[in-house]
């Protein structure tokens, strides 16, 4: 804990309004890949362009942290990773990546409200966020949702139309709200 904090202070005084990951100007042409392209490969490895380009930051010790709260988040270790995140996007709050990882944290740990509010954060700063969009969708069909959960599903297709798991997550909370009806 003692090193999570040293850590910060190494950081904090670093201006907050440096270039952004969801800024880059490679984006744009990414997302147009994803617009047109029907090739599986060609849109995994264009998915992986654009998850590099939102976790890159100007401040490598940014980037080196938020990759530190993720391995702490995948060992289970919940407390420390909150802590990153949170220091994170209250110290850099343009960095939609902070933003969007706390919000995968508060959906782990069932934080739904939190989840949704820090996901809302990231559309703001990054409004084709495919990530935090199905993480929506998720986060909705969990508290059964399922209207919320359609639309957050629909706004992801708008932005990545030919994702498999976007079309699949679509297609069944569409079943999903047609059988509620019936």
């Known amino acids: 804990m003692r090193m999570l904090r040293l850590l910060f202070t190494s950081f904090l005084f670093i201006p907050a309004t440096l270039f952004a990951d969801q800024t880059d100007i490679r984006l744009d042409g ?4 994803l617009l047109i392209s029907s090739d599986l490969p060609t849109i995994r490895a264009t998915e992986n362009q654009i998850w590099e380009i939102w976790f890159e930051h100007p401040n490598e010790d940014v980037e080196q942290l938020l990759q530190l709260g993720v391995t702490r ?3 289970n270790r919940y407390a420390d990773a909150m802590l990153i995140f949170s220091q994170l996007v209250e110290s850099f ?6 933003w969007n990882r706390r919000a995968t944290l508060h959906y782990i740990l069932g934080n739904y409200e939190e989840s949704i509010a ?3 954060k990231v559309l703001e700063l ?3 966020h495919f990530g935090a969009l199905s993480g929506l969708g998720l986060v909705y069909l969990q508290q059964e949702q399922l209207s919320e959960a359609k639309q957050a599903f629909e706004n992801l297709v708008d932005v990545h139309p030919n994702s498999p798991n976007a079309q699949e ?3 069944r909370v569409t079943e999903d709200l047609r059988l509620n009806v019936i």
């Open 30 to 33: 990414l997302f147009s890949t």
């Open 73 to 75: 988040m995948n060992y």
């Open 93 to 98: 709050p343009d960095y939609a990546e902070g």
């Open 118 to 120: 820090d996901i809302e």
């Open 126 to 128: 990054e409004p084709r």
């Open 169 to 171: 997550n679509l297609r």
